[in-house]
């Protein structure tokens, strides 16, 4: 968390760093209008990238297949779009960055693997990426919920009469 607090802080440092230090070569007028305009060409493409995406999105679900990379092209596009909003050009090139589809992949691709899929399988205890154990538990149960590393600790033994079930009166007469 305190990372992520670092990036968010760290970017707009640089944002102003580089503004800064393009101001000394052009004049504001020109700086104002390269912001101004890297920022509306950027949203023009979010606009037609999204628009493709959701196009995309209904073929998958027309073809009945689940569309998790359009849902994550749609998240990284709504991340470009706030990145593209906000004023500077370190901000709009990162923006651009997630807008353009040959480094939104890989950039998909690494959300997938090093964010997503482990989020889901520790949610679901492996069953989003099918990663499931199939006999038993893991570690023989040491670290499984209700399990303990020492069988005979907390183990109820049952008697034959735990087992039976009593029927009310009403049930006998219903079953014959």
Same mark, same amino acid.
């Given at each position: 968390?305190?990372? !992520?607090?670092?990036?968010?802080? =760290?970017?707009?440092?640089?944002?102003?760093? +580089?503004?800064?230090?393009?101001?000394?070569?052009?004049?504001?007028?020109?700086?104002?209008?390269?912001? %101004?305009?890297?920022?509306?060409?950027?949203? !023009? +493409?979010?606009?037609?990238?999204?628009?493709?995406? =959701?196009?995309?999105?209904?073929?998958?679900?027309?073809?009945?297949?689940?569309?998790?990379?359009? !849902?994550?092209?749609?998240?990284?596009?709504?991340?470009?779009?706030?990145? !593209?909003?906000? #004023?500077?050009?370190?901000?709009?090139?990162?923006? =651009?960055?997630?807008?353009? #589809?040959?480094?939104?992949?890989?950039?998909?691709?690494?959300?997938?693997?090093? %964010?997503?899929?482990?989020?889901?399988?520790?949610?679901?205890?492996?069953?989003? *990426?099918?990663?499931?154990?199939?006999?038993? +538990?893991?570690?023989?149960?040491?670290?499984? #919920?209700?399990?303990?590393?020492? #069988?005979?600790?907390?183990?109820?033994?049952? *008697?034959?009469?735990?087992?039976?079930?009593?029927?009310?009166?009403?049930?006998?007469?219903?079953?014959?």
């Amino acid at each position: 968390m305190k990372r !992520l607090l670092a990036a968010l802080l =760290l970017v707009p440092l640089l944002d102003m760093l +580089f503004l800064v230090f393009l101001s000394t070569m052009l004049s504001w007028e020109v700086l104002v209008a390269l912001v %101004v305009l890297t920022a509306l060409l950027g949203m !023009l +493409f979010v606009r037609a990238e999204g628009r493709h995406t =959701l196009r995309r999105i209904q073929q998958a679900l027309a073809e009945g297949r689940p569309p998790t990379d359009e !849902l994550v092209d749609g998240g990284l596009l709504l991340v470009a779009g706030a990145f !593209l909003l906000t #004023p500077g050009l370190v901000t709009d090139a990162i923006g =651009l960055l997630f807008v353009v #589809p040959v480094t939104r992949a890989p950039i998909r691709w690494a959300l997938k693997k090093y %964010v997503i899929t482990p989020r889901l399988d520790a949610k679901t205890g492996g069953f989003a *990426s099918g990663h499931v154990y199939t006999f038993g +538990f893991p570690d023989d149960g040491a670290n499984a #919920p209700g399990g303990n590393a020492n #069988p005979g600790e907390n183990t109820y033994d049952l *008697s034959e009469d735990a087992y039976d079930v009593e029927f009310d009166d009403n049930e006998d007469d219903r079953r014959k």
